[in-house]
C-alpha cells in the first residue's frame, strides 16, 4: 500500500513538472528520462503531457523522448553511424530524427559529429530543435562553440535562452554575469531562476536573497523551480528555509521534493529539526511531515549514522522534544537553529548574510564531565545545557537525564 501511494506522489510530481508550462522543469525531466530506461506509466505520462502541451519547442521535445522511450521500452536498439547523421544534418525536414539521432551518438562518434554539426550552422536549425544542439554542446562542445551559445542567450525564446545558459555554464562561465544579472528581474520564472542559480557561484549573499523570494512566492511554478534547482546550492545555506517551508505548505508535490533534498542530505541532527516544527501542526500536513521524518530516520539507517528501530528513535525525539517544551521560551534562543515556530527567530530574506554564522551554529561537544556538573548548575545554564544535547549523547546518558528531569520535575 506504502509503495503504490509513492509511486503515485512520484507519478503526479512527474505529471505536474511536465505540464507546468516551465521550459527548465520540462526539459530537465525529459533529459532525466532520456539518460535511463523509463517505465511504461511514465511513458503513458509523457503521452498525456505531450497531448496537453501547445508549445511547439515542448511538444517536440516530449515527442523525441517519447520515441525514446518507446524504443527502449520494446528494447530496440537505436543506432546511428555517422555518415547517416551527417546526412541527417542536411535535411532541416527530418529534426524529428535528428534529434533521437542526437541522444544514439557514442562518445567516440560525438566528437566526430560535434564538427559536422557547427559546419552545419546548428544555430540556424528550426528553434524546436535547438535545445537538444545546447544539451549536446553542454555535453561535448568546447572554447569554439561560445560564440554561437553567447549568441542564443539573446534569443527571443526563453526555453533557447536559456538552454544557451545551460550549455555555457559548463562550457565557459566566465562570460555569464552580465548576461545574467539583467534577467534577476525577469518576469518569466524560468529566467530568474536558472540566472539565480548562476548568480550563486559568484555572490551568494545575493543569489540566496533571490532563490528565498523564489521559494516562499504564491505562484507554485516558481515554488517548483527553486525546489528544482536547491541542489545548487550550499545545503548548509539553504536548510533554515527549507525547514521553514514545510510549516508554510502543505502541497504534496513541494513536500516531496524538500523530502528528496532532506534524505539527499540527511544529518543526524535534522530528524530532531523537523520535528520540533512538526509538532505544532495538525492533520494531513503534520502526517505529511511525519512521512518525511521516517524517510530521513530510514536514509540516517542505512548509511548507519543512527542505530536502533525508527520506533526507538522516535520515542527519543518526542522525549527530546518534551524536555524542551518545560522552558521553551528560555530555549528559544540558544536551539533558534531548529526552533520554527517564533516568526521573531525565522531566517529573513535580508538576513541572508547571517545564514552560515547563525542559521547552523557550530555545536559545542559535550563531555561525559558535564552530565556530571548538571545538578551544580544554575537553571538557566541548565536550559542551555539541555539544547545542546543530540541524540547520541542523550542515548549515552539517558538513564542520569532521566533521573535528573523527573527530580526537577518533582
Known amino acids: 500500500m506504502l509503495i503504490n501511494t509513492v509511486n503515485q506522489i512520484a507519478a503526479n510530481k512527474l505529471y505536474t513538472d511536465l505540464t507546468s508550462g516551465s521550459g527548465n522543469l520540462v526539459l530537465a525531466c525529459l533529459n532525466e528520462i532520456d539518460s535511463r530506461l523509463p517505465t511504461k506509466s511514465e511513458a503513458a505520462i509523457i503521452k498525456k503531457a505531450f497531448d496537453l502541451e501547445k508549445n511547439n519547442i515542448l511538444k517536440f521535445q516530449l515527442r523525441k523522448t517519447l520515441r525514446l522511450a518507446a524504443s527502449k521500452i520494446k528494447k530496440i536498439n537505436l543506432k546511428v553511424d555517422f555518415k547517416n547523421f551527417t546526412l541527417l544534418l542536411q535535411d532541416h525536414s527530418k529534426i524529428d530524427d535528428l534529434a533521437l539521432a ?230 528559544k534562543e540558544d536551539i533558534k537553529q531548529v526552533s520554527q515556530n517564533d516568526v521573531q527567530i525565522l531566517p529573513k530574506v535580508t538576513e541572508v548574510e547571517e545564514i552560515k554564522e547563525n542559521a547552523i551554529p557550530k555545536k559545542q561537544e559535550l563531555s561525559s564531565n558535564d552530565i556530571e556538573n548538571y545538578k551544580f548548575l544554575a537553571e538557566k545554564d541548565k536550559i542551555k545545557f539541555l539544547a545542546k544535547i543530540n541524540i547520541d549523547y542523550f542515548n549515552a546518558n539517558r538513564g542520569k537525564l532521566q533521573a535528573y528531569m523527573t527530580l526537577a520535575i518533582g
Open 102 to 331: 542526437i541522444l544514439a551518438l557514442n562518445v567516440a562518434e560525438a566528437f566526430l559529429a560535434a564538427d559536422a554539426i557547427r559546419k552545419a550552422n546548428w544555430q540556424n536549425f528550426p528553434e524546436e530543435i535547438l535545445p537538444s544542439f545546447c544539451l549536446f554542446f553542454k555535453k561535448y562542445g568546447g572554447f569554439e562553440d561560445v560564440q554561437t551559445l553567447l549568441e542564443l542567450t539573446r534569443h527571443y525564446n526563453p526555453i533557447i535562452l536559456s538552454s544557451a545558459i545551460d550549455a555555457l555554464e559548463t562550457i565557459d562561465p566566465t562570460n555569464l554575469q552580465g548576461i545574467v544579472e539583467p534577467l534577476l528581474n525577469s518576469p518569466k520564472s524560468d529566467m530568474k531562476a536558472q540566472a539565480i542559480q548562476v548568480l550563486y557561484k559568484w555572490n551568494k549573499k545575493e543569489a540566496i536573497k533571490h532563490f528565498v523570494e523564489l521559494m516562499f512566492s504564491k505562484n507554485t511554478s516558481e515554488k517548483a523551480l527553486a525546489l528544482h534547482y536547491a541542489d545548487f546550492f550550499s545545503y548548509k545555506d539553504i536548510e533554515p528555509y527549507l525547514i521553514r517551508l514545510l510549516t508554510e505548505t502543505s502541497d504534496t508535490t513541494s513536500l516531496m521534493r524538500i523530502s528528496k533534498i532532506f534524505v539527499k542530505n540527511a544529518n543526524k541532527d535534522l530528524p530532531f529539526r523537523i520535528f520540533w516544527v512538526n509538532k505544532n501542526l495538525k492533520g494531513e500536513q503534520q502526517s505529511l511531515i511525519k512521512g518525511i521524518i521516517f524517510a530521513v530516520i530510514r536514509e540516517l539507517q542505512k548509511k548507519e549514522i543512527i542505530h536502533g528501530s525508527v520506533q526507538d528513535y522516535l520515542t527519543d525525539l518526542k522525549y527530546k522534544a518534551n524536555t524542551f517544551n518545560q522552558s521553551e521560551d528560555n530555549l
